[in-house]
Structure formats: structure tokens, C-alpha cells
């Protein structure tokens, strides 16, 4: 039985509100289960100086947790002077996924900067600011379409990401705090709508896992993009 009282297979409620910051170009709330994540997308009219004259744009993203996001109050990575490893690891994260789905020279030389804020965690923060940061990242693109400056469309598919694990030998999706912190095996699924793996992250806690383990976690993986990507659409319909 799983703390949630949800089925091995079964998602977290998950809510997309869309347009909740009204100077960003494009924005959205994602809750997953008690995980929040605010995300923004904002549009640079210059590429980063390395792709300058190449005809291609980029999207980058940075990541940032709310000093009382958890149960205990954490300090400011601005106070300390300098982003955490983990902070870096996972922006660079959600920057790779999110330029897999983008078409960069139908982009243009432009960026397009996607922040993700927990709000509050409780496991999957990074698979929820993929999701949610794709979402941001599309409205964002949709103003580049409606004002006409870019010819086609840059983004080719749906982009997000899950969580799976192997809690009390069992093999489980999309994890909360409490199932995430007593994982033997936990996994972070990056996938496109069309079923592509992005990257995959996984590590044993505890016991080594079997290569049959990991195909099982996969197959949850897949499954629960499907609820994604339809949280995904039905936000930006």
C-alpha cells in the first residue's frame, strides 16, 4: 500500500493554471499532488553570444526553491553567493529536455529563458517544472506566432517528465516526498508525446536493480505521460 493510498500506476492530481504572472510572455502554476512550481517563460530578442549569426535560438532554464518550500526553512542560495550543485544539475536538466522538443532555427536568433520556482515541495520537483516548463515555454512561442515573428512553428512535440521508483519492492509512480526519501531504486523519466526517451536518471538507493526492474519503471514512465501530456494540452487549449 502506498502512503497516497494511490495505485502503483496512478498519477498525483495535477493542475495546470496558465497566465498567473502577467508580465511574462508566458506562465503557468503546476501542481502535482503538494508539489507547486511556478513557471515563466520570457523572450530575449538576442541569442546567447556563442550562437550569434547562426540563425539558431535557444531556451535555457533556471531553477530556484523557496526558502520555506520545505518542511524546514532553507536559506537563499542568493545569500550564500552561489548556486548548489543540485541547483545547477537540475536547471541544466530541465534546459536539455526542454530544447528536445524546440525546432532552434525555426526559433531564430532568440532565447527564450524558462524560470521554474518551487513554491512548495514534496517529491518530483524537477519532473514538475519540466512539465509545467513546457507549458510556459508553448504560450511563450504562441505570441511568437500570433505577432508573426517566426515562420513555422518552433516547437515539435510535447516535452515533460515522471518520476518511478521501486518502494517496498514494488514499483511505483510518480513519487512523493515520503515514498522518495524511502526508494530502493528512484528514476526521472524525460519523454516527448511521442513516447521518445529525452534522458533517463536513475540510481540505486539501497539494493541494485535488475535490468527487468528498470523496463518495468519504464513502462510506468510511459503510461503516465499519456495523464501529462493531457494535462498539458487541456492547459493550453
Keep these: 500500500m502506498r502512503p497516497s493510498g494511490r495505485d502503483l500506476g496512478e498519477l498525483r492530481t495535477i493542475s495546470i493554471e496558465t497566465g498567473v504572472m502577467s508580465h511574462a510572455e508566458g506562465s503557468c502554476l503546476i501542481r502535482m499532488g503538494h508539489t507547486h512550481v511556478l513557471c515563466t517563460a520570457s523572450i530575449e530578442e538576442k541569442p546567447p553570444s556563442f550562437l550569434k549569426g547562426t540563425g539558431q535560438g535557444w531556451v535555457t532554464a ?7 518550500a520545505t518542511h524546514t526553512r532553507n536559506r537563499r542560495e542568493a545569500a550564500a553567493g552561489k548556486q548548489s550543485g543540485r541547483t545547477q544539475e537540475i536547471q541544466r536538466l530541465i534546459g536539455r529536455s526542454l530544447r528536445a522538443g524546440v525546432d532552434r532555427l525555426a526559433l531564430g536568433e532568440r532565447q527564450i ?4 520556482d518551487v513554491m512548495q515541495a514534496d517529491g518530483g520537483t524537477r519532473c514538475a517544472a519540466i512539465t509545467g516548463g513546457w ?11 500570433t505577432a508573426r515573428l517566426v515562420t513555422s512553428d518552433p516547437i515539435m512535440e510535447h516535452v515533460a517528465a515522471v518520476s518511478c521508483g521501486l518502494y517496498a519492492g514494488q514499483p511505483v509512480l510518480d513519487l512523493d516526498y515520503a515514498e522518495d526519501s524511502a526508494a530502493g531504486t528512484d528514476g526521472n523519466f524525460v519523454l516527448t508525446g511521442g513516447g521518445k526517451l529525452v534522458e533517463v536518471q536513475m540510481s540505486a538507493e539501497g539494493a541494485a536493480f535488475s535490468r527487468d526492474e528498470m523496463g518495468r519503471l519504464l ?3 510511459e503510461a503516465g505521460m499519456q495523464g501529462l501530456v493531457a494535462a498539458q494540452k487541456a492547459a493550453i487549449a
Design 113 to 116: 529563458v524558462v524560470d521554474c
Design 219 to 221: 513502462d510506468l514512465a
Design 62 to 68: 533556471e531553477y530556484g526553491m523557496l526558502p520555506r
Design 135 to 145: 507549458v510556459a515555454l508553448r504560450l511563450a512561442v504562441n505570441k511568437l506566432i
